[in-house]
């Protein structure tokens, strides 16, 4: 079955740094666009950053640029946020999501988040 789990979230300072991993399984992940959004107390589920099945022409929400990196490895199956210059408003829960459209369908698959606190 498909499987998205995320890892790496944790507790940290301001100004520290996190990697997330989102290790896939059960489908095509060299297919897919792979994608991390966030979602904070409160608020909606907002973008944060997303590679392409190919591994180029990358794409970050603007409260993120300069400071997250997303890369992937297709023979491992995994997807990573490189997350630096972390601030309190980067608290959040993180998920990874896969998506593919093919065919007239839509191909949508979520992890179950991990947390990130950013607090001294």
């Known amino acids: 079955q498909v499987q998205l789990v995320e890892s790496g979230g944790g507790l940290v300072q301001p100004g520290g740094s996190l990697r997330l991993s989102c290790a896939a399984s059960g489908f095509t992940f060299s297919s897919y666009v792979m994608r991390w959004y966030r979602q904070a107390p409160g608020k909606e589920r907002e973008l944060v950053a997303l590679i392409p099945a190919a591994g180029s022409m990358t794409n970050y929400g603007d409260s993120v640029k300069g400071r997250f990196t997303i890369s992937r490895d297709n023979a491992k199956n995994t997807v990573f946020l490189q997350m630096n210059s972390l601030k309190s408003e980067d608290t959040a829960v993180y998920y990874c999501?896969?998506?593919?459209?093919?065919?007239?369908?839509?191909?949508?698959?979520w992890g179950q988040g991990t947390q990130v606190t950013v607090s001294s």
């Open positions: 999501n896969a998506f593919r459209r093919a065919t007239g369908r839509e191909y949508d698959y």
